[in-house]
Every structure is written in structure tokens, then in C-alpha cells.
């Protein structure tokens, strides 16, 4: 049976307002995302993580974890850690009774990054074995599972193992002339050493102290090799001597602010207002955003950063996030959780939640591992003056109300029309009948006379 043209056009009209309903739906979803909170600060636990962890843990069931290691070297291992340090991070929230979840799920974690896929990228040649991006990143995970345990009561075998580690590196380190120790031969990346550095700060914390003459001279060489450019930790330096050999870069950096607090709270806050003076933007008046080189340098991309559209790095900017909470900076903290919650896509079941609809794991879990952050070690800072404020979100709000309104125009502009065009017609209908009116009135008024 052929429907009749009119019957088509109904059919039409209804899948063009369905449509813009839909279109005016996700813009107001758009504008809520920007609007409400993302995150919870140090002390409160952010919104929906608990749900990521849950798609988390499918996906490295799954088999995740293999295909991140097919997209970059670290792959496997930091889907593990991370997925790790969020638990640990939900769990340091929680009362001691209500921890065994999480104390479950980072031991999980730990033991994926001894196996051999965990460290099958990694050289045992190298001092300490594996290098430093594999054992410092292991010890600070350890530490955090001691952590979650009362002091009195933790595993003897966890506590012997986690000084041993910790040993092991302040050796490597005190052995050093650099104060970057290598994480694969032939190369060493400064970032991997302040984690390292990190978790030795922590040992300290969680036993009796043992490293502190190494972290102040590690601060030392630290200092005396800033890159010249920024003034900054160095993205990548000399294996041998530490000298900077590329300028600071906004992928390593955003990981460096996330533990420096730990190790020195003063030179930390010092370096964090000079990254974020330097890498923080706002591109076409829309972020905020972190860029991978400093304002006013271009340079490639690589796998560290992703593609750099108008320079900005989006795995820099998620890990922004952790950094700017960790110094005690929520404006901008907050303002990056509601970009991403706008940008990310993110997709939510009572059970799960997932960003840009759970196509990149690593992605998910380096944004929970970011909105969880807080110092282990020190006190949560001061804030510093802040950089961002609420008004940020106009021009995105003034976008999505365009966006939002956009299909219902030309149903108005047609209204409006028939409106004009029906006073049109009353006010010229008014005027025969006023004419009309006055035309009898005059034919009465000569009859008359």
C-alpha cells in the first residue's frame, strides 16, 4: 500500500521533531555535565569512579591489558597500576573496616605488574632490575597496599618486601651521578624517577625512616638540571650526566605534579605555578586544556601524547586534573573534570561507566586514577592563586544553547510567519469592515438627509 503524500509529510514532520528533541536533549545533557561537580576534592570520592572500576576490571578480564600493550610499550603495565593506585586511592577514603575491596583489587594489580607480561618490556639488566619506571611505579602501588592496612596489623611479607624495593632503589640512586636513573638502556626519562623518588618519601612514612639523605641529594642534582627553556623538570635527559635533553613537555609533566608534593611541598608548589603558567590554555576561548610544549613552541606528537590538536595534549590534560587536586588547585581541577565530562562521551549504566564509549581502557583509567588524587605523604597544600574561574563555561554553555535551539528555527521562523501573516489578514479584514462601516454609516446619514 503507497501512503498518500500527506500521510508522508506527517511521517516527515514527526522525524524532524523527534530528531530535534534528540539534538536539544544531548545539549542540555551537555550543559548539566559542564554545570554539576566531577569531582570530590582529596577527602570526598568522586562521582561514577567506583562504576569505572567495575568496566575497568571487565575490560582487563577481558584481555585489555594486551591490547594496550599493542598501542604503546607501557601499556599493559599502566592499565594495571593505575587501575591499582584508583582502588588504593577509593580505599584511603574509606574506614579501615571497609577496605577489603579495595585491598583485593590493588593486590590484583601488583601481582599483574610482577608477572611476565608486566615486565616483559623491561630490561633485568639494568639497575635497579627492570629500571626504574617499572620498579618505581611497583613500589609506590606496594606502599599504597600497606597502606590501606592498619599499622599494627599489616603483612609481614608485604612490609619486608616493600623495604627491600625501597633499598634496592635508594641504592641505585645513591650509586647514581644522575639523578634519573634509567628505564630502558641507554634511556631515562626524569618522570620515572620522581615516582621513584616518591615512593621512597612514602617508605618513610609507612616505616621507620630511612632515605632521607637520598631524597634531599636527589632534590639537589634535581635543581641543578632544570631544563633552561621552562625551568622545569626535563622530559627527557642524559643517561649518564642528567643534563636536560628535551624540553619539558606537558605528558611527563602532569605526572611530575602529581608527585613532587611528596617529595618537597615548596619546590612542587614553585614548579606547578610555572607549568601551569606555561601549559595551561584555553584554545579558540574554549577549555580548559593542556598543551604538550610550553606557549609558543610546536613540536611532534608521539605515542606519550597522542595527536596534538592546537597543541594540546588530551592524556596531559587528564592527568592535569590529578596534578591541579593534588596542590590544592580546584578551580582548575574542577574545571578540567567538567570538560572532560563533556568531551569524554561518557556512557553510564547503574552498574559501570565508560568514556569515549570504552574504545581506549588506558583513557578510563588514567581519568580515575586522576580524580582520586591526593598526597599520601604530606598534608593536603594551600591552594594557589587561582587561574580559572566559574565564567570559563560561558562559551561552551553559549554553544550548546545554540546547538540545543538550532532545530527548532526554522519550525519558529515558520510560526512567526503564519503569525504575521494572520495579523495581516485581521488587520486588513478590520480594515473592510471599518470601511464597510463607515460606507453604511455615510449611506444612512444621505437617506436621512
Not at 641507554?186 to 623518588?197: C, I, K, L, N
Not at 544553547?401 to 501573516?421: D, F, K, M, Y
Request: net charge positive.
Amino acid at each position: 500500500m503507497i501512503e498518500p503524500p500527506s500521510g508522508r509529510r506527517r511521517t516527515a514532520r514527526w522525524v524532524r521533531r523527534l530528531l530535534a528533541v534528540a539534538v536539544s536533549l544531548c545539549a542540555l545533557a551537555g550543559a548539566v555535565r559542564l554545570v554539576v561537580p566531577a569531582t570530590a576534592g582529596t577527602t570526598g570520592e568522586p562521582p561514577g569512579v567506583r562504576r569505572q572500576l567495575t568496566f575497568l576490571r571487565a575490560a582487563l578480564d577481558g584481555g585489555a591489558g594486551d591490547e594496550a600493550q599493542r598501542l604503546f610499550p607501557e601499556g599493559y603495565f599502566f592499565l594495571h597500576v593505575l587501575y591499582g593506585l584508583a582502588w588504593v586511592e577509593l580505599g584511603a577514603r574509606d574506614p579501615a573496616g571497609e577496605r577489603p575491596t579495595a585491598l583485593r583489587e590493588a593486590r590484583w594489580a601488583l601481582e599483574r605488574l610482577e608477572s611476565p607480561s608486566g615486565r616483559a618490556p623491561f630490561s633485568a639488566d639494568l639497575t635497579p632490575p627492570y629500571g626504574v619506571f617499572h620498579r618505581g611505579w611497583s613500589n609506590w602501588l606496594r606502599g599504597g597496599v600497606l597502606s590501606l592496612q592498619p599499622a599494627g596489623r599489616r603483612d609481614p611479607a608485604e612490609a619486608r618486601r616493600f623495604a627491600d624495593d625501597s633499598a634496592a632503589l635508594a641504592g641505585a640512586f645513591d650509586a647514581s651521578a644522575s639523578p634519573y636513573l634509567q628505564a630502558y638502556p641507554g634511556q631515562a626519562w626524569p618522570v620515572d624517577s620522581t615516582v621513584a623518588m616518591a615512593s621512597l618519601r612514602l617508605h618513610d612514612t609507612l616505616l621507620p625512616p630511612r632515605f632521607a639523605g637520598t631524597a634531599e641529594r636527589w632534590l639537589t642534582g634535581v635543581r641543578g638540571r632544570l631544563d633552561p627553556r621552562t625551568g622545569l623538570i626535563p622530559h627527557r635527559a642524559d643517561p649518564g650526566t642528567g643534563e636536560p635533553a628535551e624540553v619539558a613537555r606537558g605528558t611527563s609533566q602532569s605526572i611530575v605534579h602529581r608527585f613532587l608534593p611528596d617529595i618537597d611541598p615548596a619546590f612542587a608548589a614553585g614548579q606547578y605555578l610555572r607549568f601551569r603558567d606555561r601549559y595551561v590554555t584555553f584554545p579558540l576561548g574554549l577549555g580548559p586544556a593542556v598543551r604538550e610544549y610550553p606557549e609558543g613552541m610546536d613540536g611532534p606528537a608521539d605515542v606519550d601524547s597522542g595527536p596534538l590538536p592546537l597543541g594540546v595534549s588530551l592524556s596531559a590534560t587528564v592527568v592535569t586534573l590529578g596534578a591541579a587536586q593534588i596542590h590544592g588547585d580546584a578551580p582548575l581541577a574542577g574545571a578540567l573534570a567538567g570538560y572532560g565530562e563533556l568531551a569524554g562521551l561518557p556512557v553510564g549504566t547503574p552498574w559501570t561507566k565508560r568514556y569515549a564509549f570504552g574504545l581506549l581502557p588506558v583513557g578510563d583509567a588514567f581519568l580515575a586514577w586522576s580524580k582520586t588524587a591526593r598526597p599520601w605523604v604530606v598534608p593536603p597544600p594551600g591552594p594557589p592563586p587561582a587561574s580559572v574561574s566559574w565564567w570559563w563555561r560561558v562559551p561552551l554553555l553559549s554553544i550548546l544553547a545554540a546547538v540545543g535551539i538550532a532545530p527548532w528555527l526554522p519550525a519558529l521562523v515558520r510560526r512567526h510567519r503564519r503569525h504575521r501573516s494572520d495579523q495581516a489578514d485581521r488587520s486588513e479584514r478590520s480594515d473592510r469592515s471599518e470601511r464597510s462601516e463607515r460606507s453604511d454609516r455615510s449611506e444612512r446619514s444621505e437617506r436621512g438627509t
